[in-house]
């Protein structure tokens, strides 16, 4: 992710600058735990596709997994966008399956921007995930898709403490929540009209970041955050009472 | 007949849980009932991830709260009769390790709530009715996905590239309910060129027994999912796969400390730690049924390069680089 913003709702002025630092504390981590996946994936694209790379190609993919507890599954699809080999902690490899992605945004968007962030989903129901797919420097080196377990940076987010009772959540470029100390927010399907969740959305904080000086608010973390740029707000709110 | 009468009781009484949310400064009670004997290791590990879970969350032991703990050993009797004990006397909340033991309690509990720890598949198993709504009094943390045996099958062949036959071990008291994913398991195995068998086994005769079975003829492999019994006589397996040398995998990381060869599957301490979260939210009020049920989040494979060496097995540097443990 390129870039996370934030914002406050403060409800004791003087809490402000701790609320701030704590908040760009926050951004930071997670900021750092995306761009540290990102990198490592970045490293399973150097390789052009022939038929003498699939050993090492899978290798790769398997020590990519251990070393990135968050990714669950990585696939990499060749420069036509048919898929060469997966590597998941949950199942067998699959070799040269050739199913084609040619069409799928994981794959046209990542050859069109470099880089692509796929919206939440909950893969059964409950465990939240996104997509994130990278080519590489070579034309030829295809696309790498990693599925991201974001409970790990759920993990972060709770253990972020703002002010005496605050909490950190983070959003996705739809504004659903990824993210949320209280685990049971995140059981909505969100986008799928689930009435709780938009309920839910409603309490983020004012829009309007008192104190935030130099600081997107986040009304500005939505509008700045579009699909392509794979915007995550980690918005931080004080306790209301 | 005590049974009944408690679930007619319960059903009649209004879910508890509001009431006791409001209910300040009372120790908290809750019962741990666990698969493992009380002296086993993978068992006190397990124990001390999920009281280190509950501390950080600012639950103390015999301060703010009370932890009874049932070492059941996979003993159904004796679950039984602690479940039947814990509903006479009922605490906040009961935490269930494995399948046999949620079976149990389910049957007898319906209005406390239930935190179960390490079962597959409770949505499949009817104990849950969705993972992102359980629905009841019961929610928890789940194990392993039936497609994990297929990658358990893979990492065996990498470490020994001779096997052709494997005996899937359980105890079918126990885990019954792998019968009906078998077919799928065995066409799995097949990409491999592996003839999946089938063990049932319920005494260490039988354990033996099967092994030797392995042993008789060239290209023998032994997996072991989870499973309440197998998990208490494990010591059993891990001698009878070094008699017969018969490249086994488990399910547990412990099991390679004990001088087993191989294991995959999710941190147990892990989802054990992360369970205390869910103890936390239902003694403040949550109500269960709104929990999610979370699946593992970290995975390990780990393997005891001295094991393998007596039984032959040169492990190729490739499958070391992927472990997250190694015994040399």
Known sequence: LSEIWFSFQEHKASLIRIQREQAEAAAAKISQFIKEIESQVGWTTQLPWSAGTIDQRRFD?????????????????????????????????????????????KFAEAVAHKVYYGPVYFRRESEPYMTLALTGTRRDAGVSVAEVNLKLIWDVISQIKVGERGQAYLVDAQGRLIAHP???????????????????????????????????GAARADRLCPRRSAGMACLCRAAAR | MRRRDFIALSAAA??????????????????????????????QARAAAFRQGLEALGWTEGKNLRIDWYWTAGDVGRIRSDVTELAGRPPDIIVTNGRVILSEAVQVIRSIPIVFVLVNDPVGQGFISSLARPGGNVTGFTFFEYTMFGK???????????????????????????????????????QYSIEL????????????????????????????????????????????????????????????????????????????????????RILKGANPADLPAQAPAKFEFAINLKTATSLGLMVPPTVIALADEVIE
């Open chain 2, 14 to 43: 209004a879910w508890p849980l509001a009431a006791r949310a409001q209910q300040p400064d009372r120790a908290r009670r809750i019962a741990v009932l666990m698969n493992n004997a009380e002296g086993d290791p993978e068992g």
């Open chain 2, 152 to 190: 358990s099958l893979e990492l065996l062949k990498k470490v020994a590239p001779a096997v052709t036959r494997v005996g899937f071990i359980f105890n079918p008291d126990m885990s019954a309910y792998y019968g009906q994913f078998l077919p799928a398991f065995e066409t799995e195995a097949r």
């Open chain 1, 61 to 105: 993919g398997l020590r990519l997994l251990r070393q990135v507890p968050a990714i669950t599954e990585l696939s990499q699809l060749d420069a036509t966008g048919r898929e060469q080999l997966r590597v998941s902690r949950l199942a067998m490899d699959v070799v040269a399956s050739k199913a084609d992605f040619s069409k799928d945004p």
């Open chain 1, 182 to 216: 209280d685990i049971s927010y995140r059981s909505f399907p969100f986008g799928a009209g689930a009435g709780g969740a938009r309920g839910r959305q409603r309490q983020r904080p004012d829009r309007t970041a008192p104190g935030g000086r130099g600081h997107p």
């Open chain 2, 197 to 280: 068998g089938v063990a049932r086994v319920g005494t260490e005769a039988e354990i033996n027994a099967a092994v030797a079975e392995l042993a008789a003829a060239s290209g023998g492999g032994l997996m072991v999912p989870p499973d309440a019994y197998t998990l208490v006589h494990r010591d059993v397996i891990v001698q009878s796969t070094a008699q017969y040398r018969i490249p086994a995998i488990y399910s547990y990381r412990q099991l390679i400390k004990e001088g087993g060869l191989m294991s995959y599957g999710p941190e147990t301490s892990d989802i054990f730690q992360r369970s205390a979260s869910y103890v936390d």
